[in-house]
């Protein structure tokens, strides 16, 4: 499966931004879909995910309640709304699929195809 991220920029903190995956296959329903990040020298870290069945999300505790995924089957897209940001979230963000089951949904291992990154700048 292949992804295309979109929707960076710049924004100041406390502003916001969302993002958005298109990623291309018939069968992207079935799919776990996940954002990642990372900042300049540091490890790529968990943002968000779906669950397998997707009724269920995940985040990150440092972006709980500020962050939401969702996602559209019908257009084959994920998105990331983001609010209240802050300096810290300054990163490169990624989507990816899971398509094999296996592996924890905060686990970048867990993750087959990755999109491109885009870069996400917050100012104080």
């Known amino acids: 499966v292949q992804l295309q991220a979109s929707g960076g920029g710049l924004v100041q903190a406390g502003g916001s931004l969302g993002l958005s995956c298109a990623a291309s296959g018939r069968t992207f329903r079935n799919y776990r879909m996940g954002w990642f990040r990372q900042a300049p020298g540091k490890e790529r870290e968990f943002v968000a995910a779906f669950s397998w069945s997707g009724a269920t999300t995940y985040y990150a505790d440092s972006v709980k309640g500020r962050f939401t995924i969702s996602r559209d089957n019908a257009k084959n897209t994920v998105y990331l709304q983001m609010n209240s940001l802050k300096p810290e979230d300054t990163a490169v963000y990624f989507c990816?699929?899971?398509?094999?089951?296996?592996?924890?949904?905060?686990?970048?291992?867990?993750?087959?195809?990755w999109g491109q990154g885009t870069q996400v700048t917050v100012s104080s």
């Open positions: 990816a699929a899971q398509v094999y089951s296996g592996g924890l949904y905060n686990f970048v291992a867990s993750y087959d195809s």
